[in-house]
């Protein structure tokens, strides 16, 4: 089992910035690829961004490039999601989501993934 906890979540103006934070805990952290997803309120959970087990490999949804960073601190079982440039299509809740990264077939598949978090919130006004 992975246990994860998401924190970091509030309200942030456009254009402001925020930074997501995910905590991991129950089994060797670098085996595992991480990922972001989001879900607002009536709409699909969507990818928003996963890296690769030992941060080699980042992938980004069209709609976050060049604006959001994923990165990962192994030595202390966190992921990270730095969000800059905030609009108010990027409100929903953020879960964290963890594989196995020898299984996971498509980082961007929320399917793919067994273990998640509660999530946080994203509030943005315009």
């Known amino acids: 089992q992975v246990q994860l906890v998401e924190s970091g979540g509030g309200l942030v103006q456009a254009g402001g910035s925020l930074r997501l934070s995910c905590a991991a805990s129950g089994r060797t952290f670098s085996d595992y690829t991480m990922g972001w997803f989001r879900q607002a309120p009536g709409k699909e959970r969507e990818f928003v961004a996963a890296?690769?087990?030992?941060?080699?490999?980042?992938y980004y949804a069209d709609s976050v490039k060049g604006r959001f960073t994923i990165s990962r601190d192994n030595a202390k079982n966190t992921v990270d999601l730095q969000m800059n440039s905030l609009k108010p299509e990027d409100m929903a809740g953020y879960y964290c989501a963890a594989e196995y990264a020898f299984t996971l077939r498509r980082p961007d598949l929320a399917n793919d993934y067994v273990y998640w978090g509660q999530g946080t919130q994203v509030t943005v006004s315009s």
């Open positions: 890296i690769t087990w030992n941060g080699g490999n980042t």
